[in-house]
């Protein structure tokens, strides 16, 4: 059985940190491209960053300098480093498996960033 679980979400402060991380079970974690979204409330589903099976980068720019992605093949874990948080970074984070004709997602973690 496929398997994306995010963990790591809460409540943050603006200017804050949290690290957030999906771990993958029931396919070959190396060979897919791994990514985040995020989904703001009443907002659409946004995607923030991937990484390649081969560990290139990509970030959206509302998050570039912020926000860090990165995967561990040996452990099945993606990761997702989010520094200097701001309100308009609330939202829930999913994690994507893709590989062509596939894609796995995760049940979403929430990320509250108030004062």
């Known amino acids: 059985e496929v398997q994306l679980v995010e963990s790591g979400g809460g409540l943050v402060q603006p200017g804050g940190s949290l690290r957030l991380s999906c771990a993958a079970s029931?396919?070959?974690?190396?060979?897919?491209?791994m990514s985040w979204l995020r989904q703001a409330p009443g907002k659409g589903l946004e995607w923030i960053t991937t990484?390649?099976?081969?560990?290139?980068?990509a970030y959206a720019d509302s998050v570039k300098g912020r926000f860090t992605i990165t995967r561990d093949n040996a452990k099945n874990t993606l990761y997702l480093e989010m520094n200097s948080l701001r309100p308009d970074d609330t939202a829930v984070y999913y994690c994507?498996?893709?590989?062509?004709?596939?894609?796995?997602w995760g049940q979403g973690t929430q990320v509250t960033v108030s004062s």
């Open positions: 990484i390649s099976m081969t560990g290139t980068t």
């Open positions: 029931g396919f070959m974690f190396s060979s897919y491209h």
């Open positions: 994507n498996a893709n590989f062509p004709g596939r894609a796995y």
